[in-house]
C-alpha cells in the first residue's frame, strides 16, 4: 500500500515534471497586458500587516477588497486573468501542495516533488508555495530540514518567493517535534495556523461547539510562540464559514447533543458537521426560530433551525466574533491573518449583502481600515 503511493506519486511528478521540461505546454507565455506583470513580486515589497485570502476558484476574486489583500493562496489551477490582476494590485499569488512523510525520508522523491513545484510556479508566474500536510500523516520527523531544503530551492530558482506552512490551531506534539517548531519558522516566511477546526477532537462531552473560540485560538497561538517562534512569524487563519451540527438530541439553545463519531482517539468531532460559507449562513439566520444567539464564553454566535422533525444548531463567525479575534493580532504582535474562503461571501449586489461582505472585510483589521500603502 505504502510503496504503491509511493510510486504512483513518483511516476505523477517525473510526469509532470518531464511533461513541463519538454516544452509542449506554453512555458513562458505571459498572458498579461505587461510582461512585467509576469514577474514575481521582489522580496522587498513588503506590508506591515500579511492579509492573505484562501481562494477556491471561480471568478468570485473579482469582487473581493483588493485594497486589503496582500497574498492569494490559490486552491484551483490559477487563472491566469486572476495573477495579471493580483500582480498589477501588488499582490502575491502562491500554490498550496501536500507534504508527505516520505519526502523526509527519499531523496529522489523529494528531489522531484521539489523540482516540480518550482517548474509549476514559475510555468505560471506565481510568487511562491503554501505547504499543508496530508491528513492521513501521524509523525512527522525531519520537518524543519524538509522545510528548510523548499525555501533553499525556491530562493535560489524564484528570488523573492514566499514559502509558507499551514498548521493546525495548536501545536501538535504528537505529530511533529514541538523542539523544532522554532527552527522551521526560520527556515520558511511564516506559518499559517488555521486558529479553526478546534473542536475536531471533543473529549469531554458530544455537544454542538463553536469553531473558532476566541480564547483557545489566543492559547493556541499563544503555545506556538512559547516554543520559540517568532510572533512575527504566525498568520492567524479565520474561518469565513460555519458549522451546521444536527442535534441528535435538542435540549435548548446552545445544548445540542450530536452523533458519536470517534477522531484521532476523541469520542466526537466537528466533522459531523456540514460546513457552510457565510453567505449562506446569512440566507438561513433569518429562518431560524432562535435568531442570532451570542455565546459569551466561546465569544461565538450561533443559531438554532428546524428541518423537518430535527434540530440544527449552526455555530460560526461573524464581524462581531471576528473583529474580537482580529485583536489577538495586536495583542501577540503577530504578522497577519487568513481568511478561509473568500468564495464564503455573497458578491452580489443586493445591497443588504453587500453591507455584510463589507462587515466581513473589514473585521479583518478592525483598527486601521487600511493598511497597504
Ligand atoms: C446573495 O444575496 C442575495 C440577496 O440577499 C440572495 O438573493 C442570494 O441568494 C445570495 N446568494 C447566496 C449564494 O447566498
Redesign the pocket.
Known amino acids: 500500500m505504502r510503496w504503491s503511493l509511493a510510486l504512483a506519486q513518483f511516476v505523477a511528478v517525473l510526469v509532470m515534471w518531464i511533461g513541463g521540461a519538454s516544452g509542449v505546454s506554453p512555458i513562458n507565455v505571459c498572458p498579461c497586458s505587461k510582461r512585467s506583470l509576469c514577474q514575481p513580486l521582489p522580496a522587498d515589497h513588503q506590508f506591515q500587516v500579511e492579509v492573505l485570502v484562501v481562494d477556491n476558484g471561480g471568478k468570485d476574486w473579482k469582487h473581493y477588497d483588493w485594497s486589503k489583500i496582500t497574498t492569494i493562496i490559490a486552491l484551483q489551477n490559477v487563472d491566469s486573468e486572476l495573477l495579471c490582476h493580483a500582480h498589477e494590485k501588488g499582490v502575491r499569488i502562491v500554490m498550496k501542495d501536500v507534504m508527505l512523510q516520505m519526502y523526509s525520508q527519499d531523496r529522489l522523491l523529494r528531489n522531484l516533488w521539489i523540482t516540480s513545484m518550482v517548474h509549476s510556479t514559475q510555468k505560471y508566474f506565481l510568487d511562491g508555495i503554501n505547504l499543508e500536510f496530508s491528513h492521513q500523516m501521524k509523525n512527522f520527523e525531519g520537518l524543519s530540514a524538509l522545510v528548510a531544503e523548499v525555501t533553499e530551492t525556491f530562493q535560489r530558482m524564484i528570488p523573492g518567493s514566499q514559502i509558507s506552512v499551514t498548521l493546525p490551531w495548536t501545536p501538535d506534539c504528537r505529530a511533529f517535534n514541538c523542539n523544532d517548531f522554532a527552527a522551521v519558522a526560520k527556515s520558511c516566511d511564516f506559518f499559517v495556523v488555521q486558529s479553526f477546526a478546534i473542536h475536531l477532537q471533543m473529549w469531554r462531552d458530544c455537544f454542538a461547539k463553536a469553531n473558532a473560540p476566541y480564547h483557545q485560538a489566543l492559547s493556541g497561538l499563544s503555545a506556538y510562540i512559547r516554543l520559540g517562534v517568532d510572533p512575527k512569524k504566525l498568520v492567524m487563519g479565520i474561518p469565513w464559514f460555519g458549522r451546521d451540527y444536527t442535534c441528535l438530541d435538542f435540549y435548548e439553545p446552545g445544548r445540542c447533543e450530536i452523533t458519536k463519531k470517534p477522531f484521532k482517539g476523541a469520542p466526537c468531532s466537528s466533522q459531523v458537521a456540514k460546513q457552510i460559507p457565510y453567505?449562506?449562513v446569512?440566507?438561513q439566520l433569518p429562518k431560524s426560530f432562535t435568531g442570532r444567539y451570542w455565546d459569551d464564553s466561546y465569544k461565538s454566535p450561533y443559531y438554532v433551525y428546524k428541518d423537518g422533525s430535527s434540530y440544527h444548531e449552526v455555530w460560526y463567525d461573524d464581524p462581531e466574533s471576528l473583529s474580537l479575534k482580529a485583536t489577538i493580532m495586536k495583542k501577540l504582535k503577530l504578522r497577519g491573518i487568513s481568511a478561509w474562503f473568500g468564495n464564503s461571501l455573497?458578491h452580489?449586489f443586493?445591497p443588504?449583502?453587500a453591507m455584510q461582505t463589507e462587515g466581513m472585510w473589514n473585521a479583518l483589521c478592525p483598527i486601521r481600515r487600511k493598511w497597504r500603502v
Open positions: 453567505k449562506e446569512m440566507e455573497n452580489s443586493n443588504i449583502a
